[in-house]
C-alpha cells in the first residue's frame, strides 16, 4: 500500500491529493496526522494525477505534512447477528465496552439495488397498535414511511411506540414466541442531540428491546460528513439481518434532516453547483438510495421496513428534504403541531398523511372487509368537518345546517377519540375499526356513500344517531 | 441494450479520471454517442463529449472502485435497441437489458454490474408465416410475414427502415430463431426477425396525421372532461402522492391501446413490483388476454444508476416506434419525466456545463420536445397507420407548477392534467383539477363521441362543465356566508355539483368495478346527474323547497353508479325513482 505526503489542498470537508498511481472511485482512505490520529475518508473523485477525498471525522488538525493512504476498497460494514444488542457510533465502531466483533461477512455499504423483478410487493400488515396509522394509513413489512415532524413535535415518542407495539396478527395468534425473536430493530442517529438519545437508549433498555437492536449514533456533536454513512451502516446491516438471516427489520432514521444538511456541507465544498436552496442536485437519487433499501425479496423470509424521520425546516413541507423524501417513500405520516398543542397524542394528522401500500395490506383476510371502505369515510368526513371549521368562525354554528354541524362534531370526536390515544396504549385493528363505526354513526346513513351498503347494515349503531341528535 | 454486430474495430483508451457516473476516457477513438465498455469489468456507458484527446462517457452502471489507468473498448456502435418479438410481456432496465435474465444471470436479487444481455432472447424460436411471395418487390418497411407473439398480438416483420429493397428471391415458412434469416432479397439481402435501431433516432415515416380518435383510458374525468387522442400528448403534473403513478397505471391498464410500453423512470422499485404482479392477472378489456400480454416494462428504479435513467425514455418510446410501424395504436407512459431532466441535470453538472434555469441544462427544453415529438399518428413507410401516444408524469419540486420541466413540458403537450394535493388530501380521486386541466383536442373529437357513445354527448358535457364552473363561483360566495345565505336555486346547483364531483368525477381505481368506466357509462352517469338537475329545477320552480327536494332518498343513489356492473337497469331505475319522487312533492 502506497503512502502519500501530496496533500495540495484542504477545504471544508476535503483534502486533495496528488498521486501517481491510479485510485478507484469510492475507494476508503486513511489519513495519519502528526500527531499520529488516523482519519477516515472516501474517494469523491479520482484523476490519473490527483484524488479529492472527503473526510469523515472532518479536516480539523489536518496540515499538508499529513500522510494518505489509500486501502485499495471501498467502504464496508462487518456484519454478524452478533450485532444484535450493541452499540457503535456513527462510523460503526463500537462504543459499549463490548466484545470485539467478529464478522461474519464484510459488505460494501453503498449496497447494490435490488433488481425490480425480485422483489416481492409488501402486503403484509404491521399493526403498530396506533390508530391514526393503522386504520387511516396502514403501515406494511417492507414499506418506508417516513415520518414528517418539525423541531419541538413528539416525533420521538411515535417512533418508540411503533417499535414497541409493532405486531403482525397473524403471528400473535401463532405464538411467535418459540420461534424466537425475530423482529430486530435497527436504530440509525444522525446529529441528534445527546438527550434525544437518551431517550431512545432509555427506552430500549427499559422495554428490552436492546437486545433486538443495534444502535448506531452520530450525535450533534460528531462530526457532520459521518452522518452520510451512518445510515448506509444501518442499512448494510439490515439488509444483512433481513435477506440473509430471515429477521424482520424495523430501521428508525433520525434525523433525516441532518443528513442532507451534510450532503449540503459537501456540495459547497466541492464548488458544485447547488439545486433547490444550496442542496445538491443529486440528492433526490442519494435519498433514493437510502430510502429504496426497503422492501421484501422474493423467496426470502425476512422485510426491511424503514421509519426515516425528518423535522421539516420552518414546518414546512415543500422544503427539498420533505418534498424529495415524500417522492421516494411510500407514503408519510404528518405530525401536527395545532394537534400537539392541544394535547392530541400522537399528534397525527391523517389528512396529508398517507401510506401508499395501504390498498392491498387490508381488507378481508388481512386486516378486514370493511376497512377500506371505513377508511374512504372517515376520510371524506374529517376533511368536510375540518373545512367547516374555517366556516364556522365566520356564520356561526346556528347559521350550518343539521347535517354540517354532525361533521363538526364528527371532526372533534375524531380527533379526541379516535386520534388521541396516548403513546402508551396499544389497540388491536378490531379496536381501531369499532371506534371508527361508533364515530360514524353519528351520520345519518345515507351520508356514508363510499362505504358498501351490506357493510353498513352489519356494522351500524342504530342508536347513535339518536344520541347524536339529543346531544 | 443491443448486442454491437457492425462493430468497426477502433482504438481502445484508458480511463483519465472517474466522478460518479462520468469517466474521461484518453485515446479513445468512439464517435459521439458510441457505446463503450469501461474498465477492467467491462461497464457499459455512452460517449457524450469528445474534447481533443479526451472523451466523456456517462456510465449504465455503478463505478465504485473504478480506477484511472484502467482501459475503455469502443464498441462503434450507437446506443440501440434489439427490436423483434419477445419485446412484450418483458420487462428492461434503461438501456433495454431484461431483469429477469438479469437476475439468473447474478445469481441474485441485487444487481451487480458487468453482465450484459440481449434485448430479446436470440435463441427462442418463433412461428413465422411469410406475408410476401417468392418475385415480389419489397420496400423499407413492409411487412414480410407474421408472428403470433403473444396471444393478443401479431408481430409484423418488416423490411428495416434503411433497407434498399428488391424482389423476393427465396422466403421461408416455420419456427426460426431471430437471428435466422426467413427473407433473402435479390440484392442479396438478408432479412431476419432480428433489428436493431438507435434509441436517440426518431424511426422514419411518411407522415404526421391530425389524429381525430380518442385513447378511451375508462377513467371518467379523463373521457368525459379532458379527452386524450390517439397519437397525442399529455402530461400529469402533480406533487408527491397526488396520484401521478395510480392514474398512468389505470391507463396502463385499462386504455384501449393495442400496445402499451411503460416506463418507470427513476420511481420506486415497489411500483414496477406491482405492475409484475398484477399485469399478468387482469384481463385486457378489449382482447379478454391477460394484460402483460401487450405490455413491455422499463424499469430504472431511483436507485439504478442515474445515466440509464437519462436513456430509458428513449429506449422506451423506440420500442414504441417499431410496433407503431406495425400499424398498431401504441401508448407510452413514462413515470417521472421529472426524474429524466433531473439526471440530464445531474450529468450536465458533472459535465461543468454551463448550467440554464434550476441548474437545468440550456439544452433541456430542446430534448423535452424531441421526445414528445416523437408521438403522434402516422402513416408509416409501409403504409399502414398506427399511432404512438405519450403520457408523462411530472414531478414538480413542491408540488409548483412554475418550475422548468413542468413549464417546458406545457409547452408542447396538449394535455394537461393537473393533480391537485387538496382534492388528493380529502381523498377525491382521482385527484384531477377540474378548473386548471384542460384537454386541446376535446373539439376534434367530439365527432367520435357523438358518433360512437351518444350524439349530445357534447351538449351534456357543457352542461357538466357549466354547473361545475358555478359551483366554483359559489364556494367562493359560500366560505363567506354560508351556505343557508345562498338563494334556493343556487343551493341546488351546489347540491347537483356535488352529485357531479362525488358520482361522477371521482372514481376509484381500487375498486373493482368503478377501476374501469366505458365511456357509455360514463355518459349515463353524467345524463343521470343531469336528469335529477332538470326534474329538481322544475320542482324548484313549482314552489316546493330546495331542502326536500336535496332530501328525496333517491338521489344518495347516484353516488353508488361507478360501482354497478349492470349500470344500465340501475340507472333507468334510479332515474324514474328520482322523477317520481320529486314529482311527488308538487
Ligand atoms: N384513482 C384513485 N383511486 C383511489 N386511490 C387513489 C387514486 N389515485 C391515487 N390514489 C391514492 O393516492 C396515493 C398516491 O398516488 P400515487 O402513488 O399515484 O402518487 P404520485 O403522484 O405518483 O406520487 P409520487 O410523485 O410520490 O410518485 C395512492 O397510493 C392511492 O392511495
Ligand atoms: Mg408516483
Known sequence: MKEYQTITEISGPLVFVETDEPVGYDDIVEIELSDGETRRGQVLESASDYVAIQVFEGTEGIDRDASVRFLGETMKMPVTEDLLGRVMDGTGQPIDGGPEIVPDERRDIVGEAINPFSREYPEEFIQTGVSAIDGMNTLVRGQKLPIFSASGLPHNDLALQIARQATVPEEEEAGDDDEGSEFAVIFGAMGITAEEANEFMDDFERTGALERSVVFMNLADDPAVERTITPRLALTTAEYLAFEKDYHVLVILTDMTNYCEALREIGAAREEVPGRRGYPGYMYTDLAQLYERAGRIEGREGSVTQLPILTMPGDDDTHPIPDLTGYITEGQIYIDRDLNSQGIQPPINVLPSLSRLMDDGIGEGLTRADHADVKDQIFAAYAEGEDLRDLVNIVGREALSELDNKYLDFADRFEEEFVDQGTDTARSIDETLELGWDLLSMLPKDALNRIDEDLIEEHYREDETAEAVEA | ?586
Not at chain 2, 445469481?107 to 412461428?127: C, H, M, N, Q, Y
Not at chain 2, 439481402?189 to 434509441?199: A, S
Not at chain 2, 436513456?311 to 410496433?323: K, L, N, R
Not at chain 2, 410501424?325 to 421529472?338: E, I, N, R
Request: glycine fraction near 8%; charge should be negative; proline fraction near 6%.
Open chain 2, 1 to 586: 441494450m443491443s448486442q454491437a454486430t457492425d462493430t468497426d474495430v477502433r482504438e481502445d483508451g484508458i480511463i483519465e479520471s472517474v466522478s460518479g457516473p462520468v469517466v474521461t476516457a484518453r485515446d479513445l477513438d468512439a464517435r459521439m454517442n458510441d457505446v463503450v465498455y469501461v474498465g477492467s469489468e467491462g461497464l457499459m456507458g455512452e460517449v457524450i463529449e469528445i474534447e481533443g484527446n479526451i472523451t466523456t462517457i456517462q456510465v449504465y452502471e455503478e463505478t465504485s472502485g473504478v480506477s484511472p489507468g484502467e482501459p475503455v473498448e469502443g464498441t462503434g456502435s450507437p446506443l440501440s435497441v434489439d427490436l423483434g418479438p419477445g419485446m412484450l410481456d418483458a420487462i428492461y432496465d434503461g438501456v433495454q437489458r431484461p431483469l429477469d435474465v438479469l437476475e439468473e444471470k447474478m445469481g441474485s436479487a441485487f444487481l451487480d454490474r458487468g453482465v450484459d444481455a440481449p434485448g430479446i432472447d436470440l435463441e427462442k424460436t418463433w412461428e413465422f408465416t411469410p406475408e410476401v411471395e417468392e418475385g415480389d418487390e419489397v420496400e423499407a418497411g413492409d411487412i414480410v410475414g407474421t408472428v403470433p407473439e403473444t396471444p393478443s398480438i401479431d408481430h409484423k416483420v418488416m423490411v428495416p427502415p434503411d433497407s434498399e429493397g428488391g424482389e423476393v428471391v427465396a422466403i421461408e415458412s416455420g419456427n426460426f430463431n431471430v437471428e435466422e434469416t426467413v427473407v433473402e432479397l435479390d440484392s442479396g439481402e438478408e432479412i431476419q426477425m432480428h433489428q436493431e435501431w438507435p434509441v436517440r433516432q426518431q424511426r422514419p415515416t411518411v407522415e404526421k396525421e391530425t389524429p381525430t380518435e380518442p385513447l378511451i383510458s375508462g377513467q371518467r374525468v379523463l373521457d368525459g372532461l379532458f379527452p386524450i387522442a390517439k397519437g397525442g400528448t399529455a402530461a400529469i403534473p402533480g406533487p408527491f402522492g397526488s396520484g401521478k403513478t395510480v392514474t398512468q397505471h389505470q391507463l396502463a391498464k385499462w386504455a384501449d391501446a393495442d400496445i402499451v410500453v411503460y416506463v418507470g423512470c427513476g420511481e420506486r422499485g415497489n411500483e414496477m413490483t406491482e405492475v409484475i404482479e398484477d399485469f399478468p392477472e387482469l384481463e385486457d378489456p378489449t382482447t379478454g388476454n391477460a394484460l402483460m400480454d401487450r405490455t413491455c416494462l422499463i424499469a430504472n428504479t431511483s436507485n439504478m444508476p442515474v445515466a440509464a435513467r437519462e436513456s430509458c425514455v428513449y429506449t422506451g418510446i423506440t420500442i414504441a416506434e417499431y410496433f407503431r410501424d406495425m400499424g398498431y395504436d401504441v401508448a407510452l407512459m413514462a413515470d417521472s419525466t421529472s426524474r429524466w431532466a433531473e439526471a440530464m441535470r445531474e450529468i450536465s453538472s458533472r459535465l461543468e456545463e454551463m448550467p440554464g434555469e434550476e441548474g437545468y441544462p440550456a439544452y433541456l427544453s430542446a430534448r423535452l420536445s424531441e421526445f414528445y415529438e416523437r408521438a403522434g399518428y402516422f402513416e408509416n413507410i409501409n403504409g399502414t397507420e398506427g399511432s404512438v401516444s405519450v403520457i408523462g408524469a411530472v414531478s414538480p419540486p413542491g408540488g409548483d407548477f412554475s418550475e422548468p420541466v413542468t413549464q417546458n413540458t406545457l409547452r408542447i403537450v396538449k394535455t394537461f392534467w393537473a393533480l391537485d394535493a387538496d382534492l388528493a388530501e380529502r381523498r377525491h380521486f382521482p385527484s384531477i383539477n377540474w378548473n386548471e386541466s384542460y384537454s386541446l383536442y376535446r373539439d376534434q373529437l367530439d365527432p367520435w363521441f357523438e358518433d360512437n357513445v351518444r350524439a349530445d354527448w357534447p351538449e351534456t358535457r357543457q352542461w357538466a362543465i357549466d354547473t361545475l364552473d358555478e359551483e366554483a363561483e359559489l364556494q367562493e360566495i359560500v366560505q363567506l356566508v354560508g351556505k343557508d345565505a345562498l338563494p334556493e336555486d343556487q343551493q341546488l346547483t351546489l347540491e347537483i355539483a356535488r352529485y357531479l364531483r362525488e358520482a361522477w368525477l371521482q372514481q376509484n381505481a381500487f375498486h373493482d368495478v368503478d377501476t374501469f368506466c366505458e365511456p357509455e357509462k360514463t355518459y349515463r352517469i353524467m345524463d343521470a346527474a343531469k336528469t335529477y338537475n332538470d326534474a329538481a329545477f322544475e320542482a324548484l320552480d313549482a314552489g316546493v323547497p330546495v331542502e326536500e327536494i336535496t332530501d328525496i332518498d333517491a338521489a344518495p343513489r347516484l353516488n353508488r353508479i361507478g360501482v354497478q356492473e349492470d349500470y344500465n337497469e340501475y340507472i333507468d331505475d334510479l332515474e324514474d325513482d328520482i322523477e317520481s319522487q320529486l314529482r311527488e312533492l308538487y
